[in-house]
Nanobody, 129 residues
Framework: QVQLVESGGRLVQAGGSLRLSCAAS????????MGWFRQAPGKEREFVAA????????YYTDSVKGRFTISRDEAKNTVYLQMNSLKPEDTAVYCC??????????????????????WGQGTQVTVSS
């Protein structure tokens, strides 16, 4: 059973940057593919970014490509989401997710919410215009 705890969300002005962190515990971190999702008020949960077990493969939704970077630190059991050039439409609760993935290749990513079993509680990101 993996526990995920996000941090780093806050109020920021448009054009600013934030780095979200997601600390994992209770499992072997390198066995899990990781992802970030977000949900804005009144909207459905949306995929943001994913990273493979190896860290060598990443994938982003089109709206954040070139602005957001997902990464992982095996020594700290943490996955990060670096968010630059933030826009008001990035305002949402951001959640990280994990899926046990030894049966798939080390460079495979998971982009669908249904692929993930473990979820954090989320951190609020608010971007003011």
């Amino acid at each position: 059973q993996v526990q995920l705890v996000e941090s780093g969300g806050r109020l920021v002005q448009a054009g600013g940057s934030l780095r979200l962190s997601c600390a994992a515990s209770g499992g072997t971190f390198s066995n899990y593919r990781m992802g970030w999702f977000r949900q804005a008020p009144g909207k459905e949960r949306e995929f943001v970014a994913a990273i493979s077990r190896s860290g060598g493969s990443t994938y982003y939704t089109d709206s954040v490509k070139g602005r957001f970077t997902i990464s992982r630190d095996e020594a700290k059991n943490t996955v990060y989401l670096q968010m630059n050039s933030l826009k008001p439409e990035d305002t949402a609760v951001y959640c990280c997710a994990a899926t046990f993935s030894l049966s798939v290749g080390a460079h495979s990513v998971a982009t669908g919410a249904d692929a993930y079993k473990y979820w954090g509680q989320g951190t609020q990101v608010t971007v003011s215009s």
